[in-house]
């Protein structure tokens, strides 16, 4: 195939007509869409709208059941994610795909190793990997191990690797879910040099603040269905209209925060220490309260919620629930102690992707739904029913695999589990990460019920508006010891940015 | 209308999640189709009972098999339980003259303790199951060889004999026992806790632990379990040979892992059905009788077996990869 000059501006890719069915799921109906190269093209959409499907249609990973596809024109077959890397079409997906004890280049390079002689050529790989992280604006080893690097390192190697194809096309599946602040605006660094240079970036992301620094179109989804492109201009978007497309109603609050009067105190923190990372964190927590966890990625957030849930104990200190001091050293002690923790990688520590949807929803409280050892069925498939429909899960079936439902959808399984616990301390460690307006509004909602209903939340979470907005009180962290404590009417994101640096 | 739309999709979701039960059943029935006319025997009541007979044993090692691979282990170590309860009891109950069911007891428990041990030592000491349970086979072996000095009895109770050999309404004891157990395994992994998390334990030991499931105790219970099951297949043994040895059940860990294998059950854990595991076990069966009324030799035999076995899995891996 010879290869046609492509400007800036130019119809690189589209989608007519296209749709995609599973079982029991039309995921996309009858979808338009293309993309220019030299621009960034957002798909937005509510969880499960079909957007994770649309780019792995793109990608070959999955093929549609009908309609055409073009890439330069021309229409084509997507076969396989192999055969979408010739076409110049390179994705970095929701959940990511390293191997973890390959080095940098060996994944960069994964399973098209150049080689030399017959044997595979290590140093073009690392000059090559080198070239490609460059273009990035890294500067990570090559040499190092994929397992050794942080979230936001691991995904400049994806990034790499799917550039390392000579892509034309880049398709970002939610790459900022896992990213602060400052990693994601290095990640627009990167995605506008890219796009300078003529690359077609599709993005998919559920924050409206960074749709509007980044995107040139608009492409909204709404169960499985194609509703409007619109082009959209930097830093001027219109928010209301853009969630009004996408979840097909007006919505007025995005943060429904109700105040409630504490109550009693039921978790008291004293000197929780560990060997690796906490230092003498002491706090408490009352009924009624949504305390807010702020902090860098690493300052030590997760480990100390989980310290306190014990999934991974602390060395010493002390922990207090309801006056009495208890030693929690396993889960099941958290959970005794009505503790949940919904953990925050639900990947890999919320749930069983494959098993279904109502046994992940009870797993956490099987005890209250079986006599003895057996499982009462009934009472079992009410909770599963009650929780799902109270958070508004997404499936045909609850028997559907957890591993078929979107991430957000995911997300709302995790969630569910620890609300069939009934517990009373609630740990929600980034409770909102990949979910959609509608749902995050919801999930607001719930801790609004929660909190009402005499429960304490703990929410761990690094977006700023869901921190300010939602907590009562918030706690800043800082190479794992407070930094700082901030009391409502109090916080502003500089405070807490400086705080979180450890610069007051 | 909507309810039919709504019957449509759960039988579509039925038909999608045991497709590999539903294609080894499939299978089973054409080999018997096959087999019928080929051989003139294959099809008489009596073979059939038979086949059933020969395939008790393994099926069920299976069902313990089953619970193990689900939750993501292995137990190598099935055929040296099964000789270790088998020969003590045999000693006990004849060189010893104790109560034939004390004996039997003592074969359950035997079978339970040493699979307990290994549950322990895989759970506490945080060994692969691969591991402990290879450790096992040779150790469990090496107690029941040592106990009985390498020496076989002969002629035992008469309480023993017809579990081997007697029969209910003209099924084959072993074939009733078995039934039981498959009917209380699916029990166990269908309709209480320790077969959720089983699955869990399986499907994601991570999230599994964050849900406060005690990952110890699962696992000494499975590997328990499969124990037991060994217990009882060394009883059914030894009634049916009317003799008890230490060098009885050498591979047959290896057979009941095939039928777990051919019966659909994910080889990484978190998945399967027990169902699928009998009739793993029942091709297996059909396919050795079959052979044996075409008198094909043993070594052919083997090489088959191995084919459908590798055919098996590879059939139903290739079907999911074009998905
Ligand atoms: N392999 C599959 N089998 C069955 N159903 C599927 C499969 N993959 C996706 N679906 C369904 O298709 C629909 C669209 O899912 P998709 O993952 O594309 O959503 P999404 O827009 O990416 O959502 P999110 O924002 O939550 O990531 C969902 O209802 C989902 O349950
Ligand atoms: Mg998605």
């Known amino acids: 195939m010879k290869e046609k000059t492509v400007n800036i501006g130019d119809v690189i890719f589209e989608m007519e007509n296209v749709t995609k069915k599973f079982p029991g799921v039309v995921a996309l109906d009858n979808i338009q869409f293309n993309l220019k190269a030299g621009e960034v093209h957002v798909l937005l959409g509510e969880n499960g709208a079909g ?26 077959h997507i076969e396989d994610p192999i055969h979408a890397q010739e076409l110049g079409i390179g994705a970095v997906y929701q959940e990511f795909n390293l191997v973890p004890f390959l080095d940098v280049a060996q994944n960069v390079f994964l399973g098209k190793e150049p080689k030399k002689n017959g044997v595979i050529d290590r140093e073009y790989m690392i000059k090559r990997t080198k070239e490609v992280l460059n273009m990035v604006g890294s500067d990570i080893d090559p040499t190092v191990m994929v397992e050794s690097l942080g979230v936001a390192s691991q995904q400049m190697v994806e990034i790499a690797k799917a550039l390392n194809a000579d892509s034309k096309i880049l398709i970002l599946d939610e790459p900022s879910a896992v990213l602060t602040e400052k990693e994601i605006n290095k990640l627009f660094e990167v995605i506008e040099r890219l796009v300078k240079k003529g690359v077609g970036v599709v993005y998919i992301s559920h924050r409206l603040e960074e749709i509007n620094v980044i995107a040139d179109r608009v492409t909204v989804l709404r169960d499985g269905q194609y509703i409007e492109t619109v082009k959209v201009e930097k830093n001027n978007i219109d928010k209301n209209e853009l969630v009004r497309l996408m979840v097909g109603r007006q919505l007025d609050d995005f943060f429904p925060k109700h105040d409630v009067v504490p109550g009693e105190e039921i978790l008291r923190v004293e000197n929780l220490s560990t060997h690796k990372l906490l230092k003498n964190i002491s706090f408490s927590l009352k009924q009624g309260e949504i305390l807010g966890i702020g902090g860098l990625v690493g300052a030590g957030r997760t480990e100390l919620v989980k310290a306190i849930f014990g999934a991974e104990p602390a060395d010493s200190g002390k922990i207090v629930v309801k006056g009495k001091e208890v030693t929690i050293r396993t889960p099941k002690e958290g959970i005794l102690n009505r503790i949940g923790l919904a953990p925050e ?43 799902s429909e109270k958070l508004k899960v997404k499936t045909p079936s609850l028997k559907q695999l957890v591993c078929n439902l979107s991430g957000g959808n995911q997300q709302k399984v995790v969630l569910s589990k620890w609300l069939a616990c009934e517990s009373e301390i609630l740990i929600l460690d980034e409770p909102t990460r990949g979910i959609d307006v509608g749902a995050k509004v919801e999930v607001y909602s719930l801790m609004n ?21 939602m907590s009562d009180r918030i706690l800043v962290m800082h190479e794992g010891s407070i930094s700082g404590e901030l009391k409502k009417g109090d916080y502003s994101q500089e405070k807490i940015l400086k705080l979180a640096a450890g610069e007051a | 209308m909507e309810n039919t739309k709504l019957l449509k999709l759960k039988n579509n979701r039925f038909f999608e999640s045991y497709k590999t039960q539903i294609s080894t059943f499939i299978a089973l029935i054409i080999l018997c189709i096959i087999l019928t006319f080929l051989t003139d025997k294959f099809f008489t009541g009596k073979n059939l009972i038979s ?27 099935v055929g040296a339980i099964v000789a270790l309860s088998t020969a003590i009891m045999g000693d006990l109950v004849v060189n010893t003259g104790i109560n034939p069911f004390l004996g039997m007891f003592i074969a359950l428990v035997l079978g339970v303790a040493s699979g307990a041990i290994q549950g322990l030592i895989i759970a506490k000491v945080k060994i692969p199951p691969f591991i402990v349970t290879l450790g096992g086979m040779t150790i469990w072996r090496g107690i029941a060889l040592e106990y009985v000095d390498g020496s076989n009895v002969y002629g035992l109770p008469d309480q023993l004999k017809w579990l081997g050999g007697g029969d209910v309404f003209g099924l084959p004891a072993p074939v009733l026992v078995a039934m039981l157990v498959y009917l209380a395994s699916w029990f166990l992994l269908k309709k209480t806790k320790f077969g959720t998390y089983t699955y869990a334990i399986g499907g994601n030991e991570v999230a599994a632990r964050l849900s406060g499931i005690s990952i110890a105790k699962v696992q000494i219970l499975i590997y328990s379990f499969c124990g037991l099951l060994c217990g009882i297949s060394g009883i059914l043994i030894a009634g049916r040979i009317n003799a008890t040895s230490a060098v009885v059940g050498t591979g047959y860990e290896l057979d009941a892992i095939a039928a777990v294998a051919i019966g659909g059950t994910s080889m990484s854990g978190g998945k399967g059905i027990i169902w699928g595991t009998l009739l793993g076990a029942l091709v297996m069966g059909v396919i050795r009788n079959g052979l044996n009324l075409m008198r094909v030799s043993p070594y052919y035999q083997q090489i088959i077996i191995g084919i459908v076995i590798v055919g098996a899995v590879s059939i139903d891996a290739i079907r999911r990869n074009k998905k």
Do not use: C, W
């Open chain 1, 345 to 387: 990688d639900r990947k890999l520590e919320g749930l069983v992707q494959i098993l279904e949807i109502d046994k992940n929803i009870n797993m956490a409280s099987l005890d209250k739904v079986s006599n003895g050892p057996f499982i009462n069925e009934q009472k079992f498939n009410s909770v599963a029913a009650d929780m």
């Open chain 1, 449 to 469: 019920d929660l909190a009402k209903a005499g429960k304490a939340i703990i929410m761990v979470s690094s977006e700023l508006p869901e921190l300010i907005a």
């Open chain 2, 51 to 77: 086949v059933l007979r020969q395939s008790s044993i393994n099926s069920i090692l299976a069902a313990g098999m089953t619970f193990v691979i689900i939750s993501g282990g292995i137990d190598l170590s």
């Open chain 1, 51 to 76: 957007k994770s499907t649309l780019i792995k249609t793109m990608t070959g990973a999955h093929k549609p059941t009908e309609g055409t596809i073009k890439v330069n024109g021309e229409v084509v």
